[in-house]
């Protein structure tokens, strides 16, 4: 009896807790389709809020997806294979390199924007472009999706499968791509679902970072909630959602995907 008390308290205190942060968000969704938020449902509801935030700020909304992307791609092919040295070195230097591979996560993303600044701002041509901000972005997200597959690593006994590969003569890159990645499946899905949703969402870096050619998603959505009506500011959120919704959505059905093989 105790026990089904306990549950249902959890299951109660999660739902309330669930419902009190999406609510925040439906009201959002709600003033953007509505065609006076002060005046409320009576006014009626409208989809010309979102049409004038299409037309304003699409660009970085294909921006933000090409920039995330870019960043999921170079943090694979640096990522992965890093991880995989780190954990096959070991020792005191492999605990180093991943310290210093996770410090841009503690550091404050507005300092970690002036450092590439510092450093790279008189480069003209990549400073004003959209690489800047994906490598800034890569720094960013890199220690996620390491972590991942070190994770997985530190499960499995890749040393036994790696030596016997080896075993059969199969050369250090054969054996990366046909016993190791196999099996870190699940850690590098689950890499580049963090990377993505940290890479579409990120602001603070970004804010610094970018030009007025180079603005993504979320700084765009910070100038319609400092420059623009209350509804044109919801009506970019949704318009956030319903990008970044079906992207999140898709990541999780080919981690899915990837759990119902390795189980079959």
């Known amino acids: 009896m105790a026990r089904q008390w306990t549950t249902t308290a959890g299951i ?12 925040p968000v439906l009201v959002s969704v709600y003033a953007g389709l509505t065609v006076n938020y002060s005046r409320g449902v009576s006014a009626g509801f409208t989809l010309d809020w979102v049409r004038q935030v299409w037309d304003l700020y699409s660009d970085t909304v294909w921006r933000s997806l090409i920039v995330a992307l870019l960043t999921l791609v170079l943090t694979l092919l640096i990522g992965v ?14 605990r180093t390199v991943e310290e210093i591979v996770t410090l841009p996560v503690a550091v404050p993303g507005l300092a970690l924007a002036l450092a590439m600044i510092l450093t790279y701002g008189g480069a003209g041509a990549f400073r004003q472009s959209t690489l800047f901000v994906v490598v800034g972005h890569v720094l960013f ?4 999706m390491m972590r991942s597959v070190i994770a997985v690593l530190e499960t499995i006994d890749w040393r036994t499968l790696d030596e016997g590969a080896a075993s059969l003569g199969s050369p250090a890159w054969r054996r990366f791509i046909d016993v190791i990645l196999p099996n870190v499946r699940p850690g590098i899905v689950a890499g580049a679902l963090t990377v993505l949703t940290l890479s579409i ?3 603070n870096l970004t804010w610094m970072m970018h030009t007025p050619m180079t603005k993504t998603l979320p700084v765009g959505l910070a100038d319609a909630y400092a420059s623009m009506r209350l509804e044109v500011a919801s009506a970019y959120t949704l318009v956030f959602l319903i990008m970044v919704i079906p992207l999140l959505i898709g990541v999780q059905l080919v981690a ?9």
């Open 201 to 203: 969402g990120e602001f």
């Open 12 to 23: 109660a205190i999660t739902a309330l807790l669930t419902l009190f942060l999406i609510v």
């Open 141 to 144: 997200t890199l220690p996620f």
């Open 256 to 264: 899915d995907l990837t759990e119902n093989r390795k189980k079959s």
């Open 81 to 94: 294979p890093g991880a995989y040295a780190l954990v096959r070195h070991g020792g005191r230097f492999a």
